[in-house]
């Protein structure tokens, strides 16, 4: 893993200059073996946590606003919020039974079910008064391959011709289509919203959720084709996407 990111960071260094990242090749056995007796964890989970443990990892991605990944040392603090009340003292009766949080995303919580033994990776909006997991990654090593891969505009802007012609399109969505869910999370992390406001966004649709060139706009339109998410894209003029009448 830290090969991987060493050869990724080479790749775009002034994307991950910013995002200063250790993974470390020692984790602490006391720790390791207080969280093997508090949890069955997955071999492929256990491993990570015992072989590479993360320091200072915070990403911000066209996947994540602020991700931050629990090493072995932050596991059982990581729970906080979610399966236990702080405050009061006690377990969250509503938190399903078997979630075990090993990432979030300003709230969001990334979690592996442990009463599988496998390491799917299931994700939900916080802040909807209910948890509505759903599955984003099938396992660890998809989850944090998706980490490495920094926003997809940074490169193409870099790359552009100044004489280059544009054409430019503008991107709506206009409901939830088959996976609400996942469509809420698309417009969190577009308009770095919290899940009411994103709520509000989807219940005010048609949304503009794009308006570029048409290289980023298909961007767009893949993202909302996978989550499911009805949408409709159109060529707009430069004036428009100037904003000229």
Known sequence: ?????????????????????????????????????????????????????????????????????????????????????????????????????IASDEGDPYCIDLSRGDTVIYTAPHG????????????????????????????????????????YNKVFLTGPGSDKVKTLLFIKKVFSCDYTEAKAHLEAVPLTVYKGIDREAAKIVEQLRSIGADYESHRISVNEFLGIP
């Open 1 to 101: 893993m830290q090969s991987a990111l060493e050869r990724i960071r080479e790749q775009n260094p002034d994307f991950y200059s910013k995002y200063p990242t250790q993974l470390l090749t020692i984790a602490d056995e006391q720790v390791i073996q207080s969280i093997s007796i508090q949890w069955q964890l997955p071999d492929e989970y256990l491993y990570f946590l015992r072989h590479y443990v993360p320091r200072s990892v915070s990403w911000s991605t066209d996947e994540y606003i602020n991700l931050q990944i629990y090493g072995a040392d932050d596991l059982v603090g990581g729970q906080s919020g979610y399966n236990y009340n702080p405050v009061k003292e006690e377990l969250i009766t509503e938190w399903p039974a078997g979630y075990l949080v």
């Open 128 to 167: 909807a008064g209910t948890w509505d997991f759903s599955v984003v990654y099938d396992n660890l090593t998809e989850f944090l391959h998706s980490v490495l891969l920094p926003r997809s505009y940074e490169d193409e802007d870099s790359n552009m011709d100044e004489d280059e012609q544009y054409s």
